[in-house]
Each structure stands twice: as C-alpha cells, then as structure tokens.
C-alpha cells in the first residue's frame, strides 16, 4: 500500500522529469521525456498528462493516493490562479495550464516557478532544512534564486521575487535575455563565462575546449570541470573571474537581508563545486559586512535536479493543507 503522494513535473526547455514522491519514500517512480517545443499548448498539455499517466502505470499507483500534480514551470507564474505568464524556453505566454491540464487528469494542478520549488525542496528536504532565511542559488545556463524568508517561500508582491539573475552588476555589460545590458546572469551564467571563452580562443589563446567548439558541440559544465581538473588556464581563469562576481552578488544580498544560509545548485556548481565554492567564499568574505554575515553557511545543494522534484511536496501541502 502506498503513501499519500504528488507527482511532480520539472518543465526543463526540450525534456520533462516526473515524479511520484512522498516525504517517507522519497523518489517513488521518474519518467523523463522528450518533449515537442514546437507543439501546440493543447498537444504540450496532452504530453504532460501521458507523463502522469506513465507514472501511475509505472508504479501502479492507487490513484485517490496522488495528492496533487506539481509543475515547475521555467518562467513567471501565478500560483494561485495556475496561469503561466510567460516561459520564454518553453514558448508559453498568458497560458492557463492548470485549468487546461486539471481537464485531462483526474487531479488537482499546482504550478510554481521552478527556482521557488528548487528553494521549497532544499528548505524542507535538503541542506536547508535548519535554516530559517534561505537563499537558494542555481548557475547553469542562466542563474536563479529562490528566498526562503522566515521559514517561508518569498514570492514578492506579483509572484516575481527571486530574479537575483538580472540584478545590474556590470553597466553596459553583455547582453542579457531579458533585454537588458549587464546583468548577473549575463555577466556570470555558464553561458555567459562560455561566451568569455570562446572569444579568448578566437583572439588565438589555447584551450583544451577549443576541440568542442570547433566540432559545434554546446560546451557543458562537464566539460569545463575536466578542462579545469587539466589545468587549462583560460577556464581556470573566466570561471575564477565568474565566482569572484558570484560572491560579490551574493555578500550585497546578505548585507541587504541577513541571510542563515545561501544553498548553491546548478549544473555548473554540481560539476565544479570543489572549484568554485573555495572561490565564491573568498569573494564573499571581501564584500560582505561582517555582521550581516554571522553565522551564514555558504554549502552546495545535495539535491540536484531533485530540489524542484521534492517542492512539489510543500507546495501541496501549502495549497491544499494535505500531508504527503
Ligand atoms: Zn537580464
């Protein structure tokens, strides 16, 4: 007999990750799929059901036991009324997925920015779970962050808290996704120090990843971890430069809100956190002010891809007060 339960669903860009998880079990049944982005809203939302659907098969799950259906979605949300309002990555704008996907499956939907969900995981199931003001940090292809304030999610005044991404940090920086000039994200993503690198081996430096650039491929946090490990010194030197801004954001937001804890995840920080977290403390401890820094702890997420997987509970547990 199992558990009460949600699936949860991690919208990624091109492959969705469902789940059935509890708070006993953890991680019941996982599905990942590829997913069509050129596909109507009708036949993306029929794609999500048959991920549901796939999972309850999969585990042959009793169905009055699924709780709620929890969707990460990469981009703006509302969570109180399910209307996504835009997920540029996934080509969806003022779209109400709840409504259009609770028509499908016999369950109730709750959606969530998938950042926020990766806090609610780390703050309820991961590192986080002593920490009372949390700032959960993902560096990948851009960079996210999630507050926890108060023991509680910190959604802002229209949902849209959290978009430490696109705090200025460099006046007419590099061209950013949102429009603007010189965010932090432009300035520190993977993409970004990806973008720094290619153009130091254009202007004839040597790199071990000149090899993938050549052949096309999209450089991966992967590959910048064994270029590092090989000692190869432009690597080295934009991710070093990377952390040091990292660190800078990171202390200017502690001074603004006396964090306990700021959790670092992301495909970036999980392949090279050995590296860079020795690198981000250093420059966090330059900028930072010694009170507003008392006590914080500055770790890695454990949780991986997983943190949005097990938000899902929590935020089942917010809107509808069910135990899962
Ligand atoms: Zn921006």
Do not use: W
């Not at 080295?236 to 990171?250: A, T």
């Amino acid at each position: 007999m199992h558990r009460n339960s949600v699936i949860s669903i991690d919208m990624g860009g091109t492959k969705v990750l469902g789940c059935v998880v509890n708070s006993k079990e953890g991680i019941i049944a996982r599905v990942k799929k590829t997913t069509d982005r050129t596909a109507s809203k009708k036949e993306y939302v029929n794609q999500l059901a048959a991920v549901v659907n796939e999972l309850i098969e999969e585990v042959n799950f009793d169905k009055k036991k699924i709780k709620a259906v929890c969707l990460g979605v990469p981009g703006t949300v509302n969570p109180t009324t399910g209307v996504i309002g835009i997920a540029p990555n996934l080509g969806l704008k003022n779209f109400n997925i709840k409504k259009m996907l609770e028509a499908e499956i016999p369950f109730p939907v709750l959606i969530e920015n998938d950042v926020n969900l990766g806090a609610l995981g780390i703050k309820n199931f991961g590192v986080g779970k002593k920490a009372t003001n949390l700032l959960a940090v993902f560096v990948g292809t851009g960079i996210g962050g999630g507050f926890i304030i108060d023991g509680k999610l910190y959604r802002g005044s229209s949902f849209g808290a959290g978009e430490i991404g696109h705090m200025l940090v460099e006046k007419n920086g590099p061209k950013c996704g949102c429009g603007n000039k010189g965010c932090f994200e432009a300035v520190a993503s993977r993409t970004a120090i990806v973008n720094k690198i290619i153009k130091d081996i254009e202007s004839g430096e040597k790199s071990k990843i000149a090899k993938l650039i050549k052949k096309g491929d999209r450089i991966k946090s992967k590959s910048l971890a064994s270029a590092v490990k090989s000692g190869d010194k432009v690597v080295q030197r934009r991710i070093k430069e990377g952390c040091e801004v990292i660190g800078g954001v990171l202390a200017s937001i502690t001074n603004l809100l006396n964090l306990d804890m700021i959790v670092l995840g992301g495909g970036m920080i999980e392949a090279l956190d050995n590296y860079m977290l020795p690198l981000i403390k250093k420059s966090f401890s330059e900028h930072v002010m010694n009170d507003s820094a008392k006590g914080l702890k500055i770790v890695a997420s454990k949780l991986g891809d997983d943190s949005a997987i097990f938000g899902g509970i929590a935020l089942a547990e917010e809107f509808l007060g069910v135990r899962v």
